[in-house]
């Protein structure tokens, strides 16, 4: 494989691996106090819905749009998209922000799913609609990185397999270790997507103004695939200048003045 297939494996092995740790900490924490059949037959049904939208939409962008239009949209999206990671990465670096915690995600889901009451039946709603409702959002966002990364590439089976690969990797640390996957920087790594979606929005973004030139072709970058290292740099360098602006100054501790015994 050439390097512009194995940059397609990691962009969307990472992006994919974040959001299935989100995803994972709801089901687990619904199979631990719901049950775990509502909860996998909810994981299992979000995933089948999954599927029949990434069908749909691929197959819809790849036939009706043109290439530079195709990347204009999809570049656009993307770009906005890893946008809103990065202004949240910049907020929790700059101590804006709490930075994200799986361990308290998972008490606040499993005092949600204790609140509700004992289930009743063989499959409880409560368990199943959660683990759904959690693993069809992530996975959307699953769904338009592959998409993206694929359709721009024109390797959709590599994105899959990226994908894939993040959902078995966090799938097997989880069954191993029982517990909530806070271990892992998740921070640093929406940090790192934030700035992968960012470069190649902006790329793919610019690429796809031709579109509106005679001829409705693709406009091409000097160095070509070798912009995307440029645009990943200037873009860390532009978040780590915010980060310095709007980082919170350190609250002096107060000094109590010592009597002096007479």
């Given at each position: 494989?050439?390097?512009?297939?194995?940059?397609?494996?990691?962009?969307?092995?990472?992006?994919?691996?974040?959001?299935?740790?989100?995803?994972?900490?709801i089901?687990?924490?619904?199979?631990?106090?719901?049950?775990?059949?509502?909860?996998?037959?909810?994981t299992?049904?979000?995933?089948?819905?999954?599927?029949?939208?990434?069908?749909?939409?691929g197959?819809?962008?790849?036939?009706?749009?043109?290439?530079s239009?195709?990347q204009?949209?999809?570049?656009?999206?993307?770009l906005?998209?890893?946008?809103?990671?990065?202004r949240?990465?910049?907020?929790?670096?700059?101590?804006?922000?709490?930075?994200?915690?799986?361990?308290?995600?998972?008490?606040?889901?499993?005092?949600?799913?204790?609140?509700?009451?004992?289930?009743?039946?063989?499959?409880?709603?409560?368990?199943?609609?959660?683990?759904?409702?959690g693993?069809?959002?992530?996975?959307?966002?699953?769904?338009?990185?592959?998409?993206?990364?694929?359709?721009?590439?024109?390797?959709?089976?590599?994105?899959?397999?990226?994908?894939?690969?993040?959902?078995?990797?966090?799938?097997?640390?989880?069954?191993?270790?029982?517990?909530?996957?806070?271990?892992?920087?998740?921070?640093?790594?929406?940090?790192?997507?934030?700035?992968?979606?960012?470069s190649?929005?902006t790329?793919?973004?610019?690429e796809?103004?031709?579109?509106?030139?005679s001829?409705?072709?693709?406009?091409?970058?000097?160095?070509?695939?070798?912009m995307?290292?440029?645009?990943?740099?200037?873009?860390?360098?532009?978040?780590?200048?915010?980060?310095a602006?709007?980082?919170?100054?350190?609250?002096a501790?107060?000094?109590?003045?010592v009597?002096?015994?007479?």
């Amino acid at each position: 494989m050439d390097a512009a297939t194995w940059g397609l494996i990691i962009a969307t092995f990472v992006a994919c691996f974040v959001e299935m740790v989100e995803a994972t900490t709801i089901v687990m924490a619904m199979g631990y106090t719901r049950g775990w059949r509502s909860a996998m037959a909810g994981t299992f049904a979000a995933l089948a819905a999954l599927a029949v939208v990434t069908l749909a939409a691929g197959y819809a962008l790849a036939t009706w749009l043109p290439e530079s239009a195709l990347q204009l949209a999809i570049g656009g999206l993307l770009l906005i998209f890893g946008l809103q990671w990065l202004r949240k990465a910049i907020l929790r670096s700059s101590g804006r922000k709490a930075v994200h915690d799986e361990d308290a995600i998972y008490r606040e889901e499993v005092e949600a799913a204790k609140a509700a009451g004992e289930s009743k039946g063989g499959i409880d709603l409560f368990g199943f609609m959660v683990s759904f409702k959690g693993v069809f959002l992530e996975g959307m966002e699953v769904v338009f990185i592959v998409l993206t990364f694929g359709l721009n590439a024109n390797n959709i089976p590599v994105a899959s397999a990226g994908a894939a690969a993040a959902v078995v990797v966090v799938l097997a640390i989880a069954i191993a270790l029982r517990r909530p996957l806070s271990m892992i920087n998740e921070n640093l790594l929406k940090y790192g997507v934030g700035l992968l979606l960012a470069s190649f929005g902006t790329y793919w973004a610019v690429e796809g103004i031709g579109i509106f030139r005679s001829g409705r072709e693709s406009l091409g970058w000097p160095g070509h695939d070798l912009m995307i290292l440029v645009l990943i740099a200037a873009w860390l360098i532009l978040s780590r200048v915010f980060v310095a602006v709007l980082r919170k100054p350190a609250v002096a501790t107060p000094v109590v003045p010592v009597e002096v015994q007479k």
